[in-house]
């Protein structure tokens, strides 16, 4: 079941927190997650396998920019 079904379900059966549909439900966002992390993973490798010398300094300027919208706090 997608994760959006098990979402509606397990809010139907809110009120019963040990049904199971909350298992189910907690089991696929986890699967989901580390799916995305195993992508941006293999990604990244795989970019950095296939790049050029000369390309090495842009994946050293992305690896140590910091994360975030670059907006001043």
Not at 15 to 44: C, F, M
Request: hydrophobic letters at 35%.
């Amino acid at each position: 079941m997608c994760i959006k079904k098990l979402s509606c379900l397990a809010y139907k059966f809110r009120a019963l927190p040990d049904h199971e549909s909350h298992t189910e439900l907690w089991k696929a966002r986890n699967e989901y997650g580390e799916a995305i992390v195993k992508a941006k993973q293999g990604h990244w490798e795989e970019f950095l396998e296939n790049t050029a010398e000369q390309d090495l300094w842009t994946a050293n300027h992305y690896f140590k920019e910091l994360m975030g919208d670059g907006g001043k706090s």
